[in-house]
């Protein structure tokens, strides 16, 4: 396992299993709103940034983790 991938974080709580959602939580000790949707720094280009050797940061067949602080199916993930 290399490392994770977030395009974007924030989400919206659509079930009752977003009930105790653990990003909500996370963002509310950091003061801040699981609500807010944006993208992250590392962005949508993450997987093809490379290192200064020229080398991919992610390895050809690493694992990552990926969308750990969102959902791919939100509207404002587009
Ligand atoms: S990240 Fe998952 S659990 Fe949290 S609000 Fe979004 S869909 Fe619900």
Known sequence: ?????????????????????????????????GADIYKTSSGFTYPVQKNRNGSYKIQNGELIRVCMSSDFFLEEAD
Request: with cysteine.
């Open 1 to 33: 396992m290399h490392d994770i991938w977030n395009p974007w974080h924030g989400c919206v709580k659509c079930s009752e299993g977003c009930r105790h959602c653990y990003m909500y939580f996370l963002d509310s000790v950091r003061d801040r709103n």
